[in-house]
T-cell receptor, first 116, second 117 residues
Framework: NAGVTQTPKFQVLKTGQSMTLQCAQD?????MYWYRQDPGMGLRLIYY???????DKGEVPNGYNVSRLNKREFSLRLESAAPSQTSVYFC???????????????FGEGSRLTVL | AQSVAQPEDQVNVAEGNPLTVKCTYS??????LFWYVQYPNRGLQFLLK??????LVKGSYGFEAEFNKSQTSFHLKKPSALVSDSALYFC???????????????FGDGTTLTVKP
């Protein structure tokens, strides 16, 4: 099993450009998440999807959109990139509470985005 | 609202000595608490969790954590540190809310553990 797979691993954008980060999980998890990691600020939740067909805003949703394409895939889109969106982005998934892996998140390897 | 505090940005210990990485939390209701480890240029990996039951939880790589409800703490510990334990450690609290699928995790800012030979 690959777990959680994110693409691309690295990306450089110019201010105003758009791009989509892709995420897929093969663990049959219901919930998927997008976090950003900035030095000294831990991980901050951008958007999450509790189940297929639903998405909700997290702590820092401005400037981002998401799509839960199916149970496996959850994409993050930057419509008009800004330098403040330079960060490392992590996708994560988790199973249903009460299941064998109750509550813990499984993370991808991250996508490093630089906006010039 | 839920929150997590990791009061130390950096913890330095000598190899073979015990280590403690501190975490305190704030959450309404019963907390679900987690520790994750991140190695350079990698994603976070799950170490251990407290859901219910024994206050001392054992996890991967010889780590354990003690849940203390009265002090709202969940400190990570290891009896004998290894150089390979050097990494960034995150404490997290999860709220399952009214829908057991919807739980969002809130993370602390992380503590860098350095174990010196």
């Amino acid at each position: 099993n690959a777990g959680v797979t994110q693409t691309p691993k690295f990306q450089v954008l110019k201010t105003g450009q758009s791009m989509t980060l892709q995420c897929a999980q093969d663990m049959n998890h219901n919930s998927m998440y997008w976090y950003r990691q900035d030095p000294g600020m831990g991980l901050r939740l951008i958007y999450y999807s509790a189940s297929e067909g639903t998405t909700d805003k997290g702590e820092v949703p401005n400037g981002y959109n998401v799509s839960r394409l199916n149970k496996r895939e959850f994409s993050l889109r930057l419509e008009s990139a800004a330098p403040s969106q330079t960060s490392v982005y992590f996708c994560a998934s988790s199973g249903r509470a009460g299941g064998p892996n109750t509550g813990e998140l499984f993370f991808g390897e991250g996508s490093r985005l630089t906006v010039l | 609202a839920q929150s997590v505090a990791q009061p130390e940005d950096q913890v330095n210990v000598a190899e073979g000595n015990p280590l403690t990485v501190k975490c305190t939390y704030s959450v309404s209701g019963n907390p679900y608490l987690f520790w994750y480890v991140q190695y350079p240029n990698r994603g976070l990996q799950f170490l251990l969790k407290y859901i219910t039951g024994d206050n001392l939880v054992k996890g991967s790589y010889g780590f354990e954590a003690e849940f203390n409800k009265s002090q709202t703490s969940f400190h990570l510990k290891k009896p004998s540190a290894l150089v390979s334990d050097s990494a960034l450690y995150f404490c997290a609290v999860r709220d399952f809310g009214s829908d057991t699928n919807a739980g969002k995790s809130t993370f602390g800012d992380g503590t860098t553990l350095t174990v010196k030979p």
